[in-house]
């Protein structure tokens, strides 16, 4: 593929190969000397547009990893902050010839706008409400590696679907791979018609946790909303947070993710977030690996990575 936009736009086998992928490309990162020259040459552009410290530090180590040359550029410190539009930043990036662009933006479909007007990969970092699909794939990888497969698993999802990019790109990457993905919000937190994503929507956080083999949660993300927080977020807390109580009614080895950043004591309680059943550090160290497989296979050529 030239481009990574969504989770949307790839069947079981193209997410299969991305996952296996990622897996080879871990070993590099657990060797003393974490680098090989697949990627000697490449050109490849960090356009965030949003704060970000896992994704981008993590596309960044992945860049250097694989040994391509990458740069950052931010709207405050560039001319945007002029006043030049996206589409002139991004033809006058793409006349200095990169490889690949990463871009985050506030407005969803600002990577396929600019994926259609460049000749060079564009690999999407989170645009806005609608997808983040790199979090999505690395989400999967953990919990394939976690649990041996992905089908049959039982997915909770608890938190801020409303607007949540992650929740879209994990719903409908795990139901894809056979998942059966259980979602719970207050009424304000879920927008209408998600099932159509491949997911249900459970009654009650207790229903949504039972005998969950997987449970992602989200955090309120305050900045995309206008309203006040309804309701509160000792009450949200008490209603729809992560504790240790709620833990035991999933599976016994059940596996307690979160994307990042994570909003403590509100959606989720610290002895769960720093516990034993948590991998939300091990989705850290995964997403370096899993982006330097999407790099690999956007811009480095044939299936098989030269790792020497
Ligand atoms: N999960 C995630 O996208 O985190 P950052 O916003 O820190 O990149």
Excluded: W
């Excluded at 050109?43 to 740069?71: C, G, H, M, N, Y």
């Excluded at 894809?176 to 993905?181: H, I």
């Amino acid at each position: 593929k030239k481009d990574i936009l969504d989770i949307h736009s790839l069947d079981p086998a193209e997410i299969t190969l991305i996952l296996d992928t990622a897996m080879g490309m871990k070993e590099i990162s657990q060797r003393p000397v974490k680098k090989v020259p697949t990627l000697r040459g490449k050109t490849i552009v960090l356009f965030f547009q949003e704060p970000s410290t896992r994704t981008k530090l993590s596309f960044e180590i992945a860049a250097k990893r694989l040994s391509a040359d990458s740069v950052a550029i931010a709207k405050s410190g560039s001319s945007m902050a002029k006043g030049e539009t996206l589409m002139d930043t991004v033809k006058n990036l793409e006349a200095m010839k990169p490889d690949v662009i990463v871009m985050r933006h506030a407005s969803s479909g600002a990577a396929y706008l600019v994926a259609n007007r460049v000749n060079c990969s564009v690999i999407n970092a989170g645009d806005g409400i609608h997808a983040h699909p790199s979090q999505a794939l690395l989400d999967m990888m953990s919990v394939r590696e976690k649990k041996g497969c992905i089908k049959g698993l039982k997915l909770a999802m608890i938190g801020d679907i409303a607007h949540s990019r992650v929740a879209r790109s994990d719903i409908i990457g795990f139901s894809k791979m056979g998942a059966r993905v259980s979602v719970c919000a207050p009424q304000t937190m879920i927008p209408a018609g998600i099932e159509a994503l491949g997911c249900t929507v459970a009654s009650s956080m207790e229903a949504c946790v039972a005998d969950a083999d997987v449970i992602m949660m989200l955090r309120i993300q305050k900045e995309r909303m206008t309203d006040v927080l309804f309701p509160s977020e000792r009450e949200y807390a008490g209603r729809f947070g992560l504790n240790s109580q709620r833990v035991a009614l999933a599976h016994k080895d059940v596996t307690i993710m979160h994307p990042g950043p994570m909003n403590r004591g509100v959606e989720i309680s610290s002895d769960v977030a720093d516990g034993k059943y948590s991998m939300i550090l091990d989705q850290v160290t995964n997403g370096v690996a899993l982006r330097m497989a999407l790099y690999y296979l956007v811009a480095g050529g044939s299936r098989h990575a030269d790792t020497d």
